[in-house]
């Protein structure tokens, strides 16, 4: 089985946490969704099997918090092969994994398969700019799957 390699904008499949799943003591996420890689650092010695990675959710439900939240556009979701109805990437919810992790799943119905594609770079910088923007502000809510 060959895992894709970790990149920032990397979309892959992937069992999210959310951070009330895990503060109610769930262990695994309820399902299998798209998620953006948005960094991934290199081993260190900590973990030096593998690489750090940090996933946004992407979700079609929009947060009650609509700063907190990018809404992908059609013709992004249409390059990644998503669906037709509207979806948000989530701004202030992310996971942290070492790669590849127990939680990657394979694209629905092609099993071997993990990442439906990148998201446009300047899509991508949107993003980047956006999460570092919370960061600053201090409303993220981090969930470690290590």
Same mark, same amino acid.
């Given at each position: 089985?060959?895992?894709?390699?970790?990149?920032?904008?990397? +979309?892959?499949?992937?069992?999210?946490?959310?951070?009330?799943?895990?503060?109610?003591?769930?262990?695994?996420?309820?399902?299998?969704?798209?998620?953006?890689?948005?960094?991934?650092?290199?081993?260190?010695?900590?973990?030096?099997?593998?690489?750090?990675?940090?996933?946004?959710?992407?979700?079609?439900?929009?947060?009650?918090?609509?700063?907190?939240?990018i809404e992908l556009p059609?013709? +992004?979701?249409?390059?990644?092969?998503?669906?037709?109805?509207?979806?948000?990437?989530?701004?202030?919810?992310?996971?942290?994994? +070492?790669?590849?992790?127990?939680? !990657?799943?394979? !694209?629905?119905?092609?099993?071997?398969?993990?990442?439906?594609?990148?998201?446009?770079?300047r899509f991508f910088d949107?993003?980047r700019d956006s999460l570092?923007?919370?960061?600053?502000?201090?409303?993220?809510?981090?969930?470690?799957?290590?």
């Open positions: 089985m060959t895992f894709p390699h970790p990149e920032p904008g990397l +979309v892959i499949s992937y069992s999210f946490l959310w951070s009330d799943e895990a503060a109610a003591g769930h262990a695994e996420g309820r399902k299998h969704r798209p998620r953006a890689i948005v960094l991934a650092m290199a081993p260190d010695a900590g973990v030096p099997d593998g690489k750090r990675v940090v996933v946004l959710p992407i979700t079609h439900t929009l947060p009650m918090d609509a700063d907190a939240a059609h013709r +992004v979701k249409r390059h990644l092969g998503l669906d037709d109805a509207p979806s948000w990437v989530v701004l202030d919810e992310l996971n942290v994994f +070492v790669w590849p992790g127990f939680d !990657l799943r394979h !694209l629905p119905g092609k099993p071997g398969q993990y990442a439906y594609g990148y998201l446009p770079p949107q993003l570092r923007e919370r960061r600053a502000q201090r409303r993220l809510r981090v969930v470690s799957r290590e």
